[in-house]
Nanobody, 127 residues
Framework: QVQLVESGGGLVQAGGSLRLSCEDS????????MGWFRQAPGKEREFVAA????????YYADSVKGRFTISRDNAKNTVYLQMNSLKPEDTAVYYC????????????????????WGQGTQVTVSS
């Protein structure tokens, strides 16, 4: 069973940094790709970043490329999102997601590719 718990959100000034963590309580974390998404008030949930099972392949939304870094530590069953140079438009609830069904090779950037979601963590960037 997969259970994802995010942490690390908070309030930060524009230009600052935060690191989000997502820990999986399951025993097969290294078997599936992971992703980060975010949802701002009144907007659709959007893709932020994705990482392959081994961590060797990553992919980013254009809006965060060069500022955010996704990584994973399979020994700790944890995926991270390092967010630098934060902007007010990065304000959102951030969700991690796991894909455990279908093909688990490669990376995935659509919401319907993932079948497990965390509860979300709020990130607020003040101007």
């Amino acid at each position: 069973q997969v259970q994802l718990v995010e942490s690390g959100g908070g309030l930060v000034q524009a230009g600052g940094s935060l690191r989000l963590s997502c820990e999986d309580s399951g025993r097969t974390f290294s078997n599936y790709p992971m992703g980060w998404f975010r949802q701002a008030p009144g907007k659709e949930r959007e893709f932020v970043a994705a990482i392959s099972r081994s961590g060797g392949i990553t992919y980013y939304a254009d809006s965060v490329k060069g500022r955010f870094t996704i990584s994973r530590d399979n020994a700790k069953n944890t995926v991270y999102l390092q967010m630098n140079s934060l902007k007010p438009e990065d304000t959102a609830v951030y969700y991690c997601a796991a894909r455990t069904q279908g093909s688990t090779y490669g990376i995935y950037s659509t919401r319907d590719a993932y079948n497990y979601w965390g509860q979300g963590t709020q990130v607020t960037v003040s101007s």
